[in-house]
């Protein structure tokens, strides 16, 4: 009887010790997932930006708008390239391509660039402001 007790005192406490180091490994994946999902937002970002790059080779840097500029054209104060989406937002290019994408933040493509307007995006920003 006591050889038993001590048997099973022994598994549990076996059990216990092999419970703790899953739980560490666990935690330790966990953190190499997270650390592995924000390098390959980081990567998707760079490759969009990249292939933004690669399918308009003449882009120059955009000049500053013209408050007094009242038409609606790709070049307009009233449509922001996905860059000052990002800015406006602080967010990433993938992370802002995904909310286009998915139709949470309204966008327009007026030729072969994607644009937001600027009340759409103050909309989205009213509708998801953590202040409200």
Known sequence: ?????????????????SSRQLQRTLEQTKQALKSHRRSLERLESALIE??????????????PQVKEQVEVGAGSPDLLSIT???QWLGMGKSWVYQRIN????????PGDNIKVRREDLEGYLETNSSDS
């Not at 009887?1 to 216990?16: G, H, I, P, T």
């Not at 998915?102 to 493509?109: A, D, L, R, Y």
């Open 1 to 17: 009887m006591l050889k038993d007790s001590q048997q099973r005192s022994r598994e549990e406490s076996l059990v216990a010790v």
């Open 50 to 63: 990249f292939q933004e790059d690669l399918n308009h080779p003449q882009r120059r840097p955009e000049l």
């Open 84 to 86: 000052e989406v990002c």
């Open 102 to 109: 998915s139709g949470e933040i309204p966008s327009v493509k």
